[in-house]
């Protein structure tokens, strides 16, 4: 009943949606995971949009309290990576048929405008034919302008938690949830395509908490929406608190879907870590991108945003191959091209 409901509107009443989440929380049903599966098809067929992560720096100056990559974590080995190396990391991904490069980092104060906006555009030049992604938290409305202007096509900005008294039980006081949501809304206006999600099972996230996550994520109507499972990081004050489900992760997946049709959705990291078939779960639930690693192996193990990530060891080709046969075998097909937003063109592309 509701997931007909959701999957002819899409959309729900709060008490519809908690009730949806509470009923497939334990296990989704084969009803909620078709209905996301037929509408993901609608609009996207049966591809998988392929990403390449460039994880070029993990100084952050910030010290969220579930992050493994916070600056109170002084056991985390520090790196940065030069523009020439960060371009080298393209070239490679480049010659392995990735169109989508997305730069990642904690936020490091050392990217100064100038230095930022120099490595887009010589991405831009160099590879015009892709889409230039950055994942680099919050900045003023000028630094995004300017991000936009050197070329920069996407956004990833998760929203981590639309509830107020959630957000203070994550973040030190100096971050805030109004600060956050008002960056997701500077982007898209600038004409960036946004990407906004949480964690799934962070620590005292609520039933209720998850409703307002969907109900801000169908407001602000973001191009993307990543969400994995909270893992502990050892060197966080939540190391030892509980770690999100797979069910859970899925089940979300699949209301999200529905929720937003359109809305590029990976299946995580993160998913892939708490479970060896997690990634494929979340293709069947209606995820539609994998956002592989080109970062250096040398440095994946110190991009430690929590326990036991998976992929640390392997070089970019061994995940690109890895992957394309799980997405085979999962009955999906892998898809190298741009993957814009359905129905969108970035002013950037060629
Ligand atoms: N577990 C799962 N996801 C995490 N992130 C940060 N720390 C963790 C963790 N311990 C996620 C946040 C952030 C994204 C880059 O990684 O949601 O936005
Ligand atoms: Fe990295 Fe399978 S995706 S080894």
């Known amino acids: 009943m509701l997931v007909e409901k959701l999957y002819e509107n899409n959309e729900l009443k709060p008490y519809e949606l908690k009730e949806l989440i509470e009923e497939n929380s334990a296990e989704p049903s084969p009803k909620l995971l ?42 985390a080995h520090r790196y940065r990576l030069t523009k020439e190396k960060i ?73 981590e938690t639309a509830n107020e008294e959630h957000y203070r039980k994550l973040h030190p006081k100096e971050l805030s949830l109004k600060n956050r949501k008002q960056c997701l809304y500077n982007l898209k ?20 908490n998850l409703v ?15 969400i994995g499972p909270f893992v502990p990081s050892k060197d966080t004050i939540f190391a030892h608190e509980k770690k999100g489900t797979l069910n859970m992760t899925v089940a979300l997946i699949a209301i999200i879907r529905l929720l937003l049709p359109k809305a590029l959705i990976p299946s995580t990291t993160a998913l892939g870590t708490i479970h060896p078939l997690g990634r494929e779960k979340g293709f069947k639930a209606g995820a539609n991108v994998v956002m592989p690693n080109l ?13 036991n990530k998976i992929c640390t060891g392997e070089e970019a080709a061994e995940c690109r191959y890895c992957l394309d046969n799980r997405i085979k075998v999962a009955g999906f097909v892998p898809d190298f091209s741009r993957g814009d937003y359905y129905g969108m063109k970035s002013v950037h592309a060629l």
């Not at 969220?64 to 002084?74: A, F, L, S």
């Not at 050392?110 to 919050?138: K, N």
């Open 87 to 159: 371009l080298k990391c393209c070239r490679n991904g480049y010659r392995l048929g990735f169109r989508t490069f997305v730069l990642q980092s904690g936020e490091d104060m050392y990217y100064t405008d100038e230095i930022m906006t120099d490595i887009i555009s010589s991405i831009r030049r160099e590879f015009p034919d892709c889409a230039i992604t950055l994942s680099v938290g919050e900045k003023s409305y000028e630094t995004y302008e300017r991000y936009f202007q050197a070329g920069a096509d996407r956004y990833l900005l998760r929203h």
């Open 295 to 307: 970062s250096p192996v040398g440095v994946r193990r110190d991009y430690s945003l929590y326990d």
């Open 34 to 75: 078709n209905a996301a599966l037929s509408v993901r098809k609608k609009y996207y067929g049966n591809g998988i949009y392929f990403r390449g992560l460039i994880e070029f720096s993990n100084y952050c100056k910030n010290d969220c309290y579930y992050c493994g990559i916070r600056r109170g974590n002084v056991h």
């Open 189 to 208: 206006e600038i004409g960036f395509q946004i990407g906004a999600g949480f964690m799934v099972g962070s620590p005292y996230q609520t039933t209720d």
């Open 212 to 226: 307002e996550d969907l109900l801000f994520l169908k407001e602000l109507n973001p191009h993307m929406v990543g």
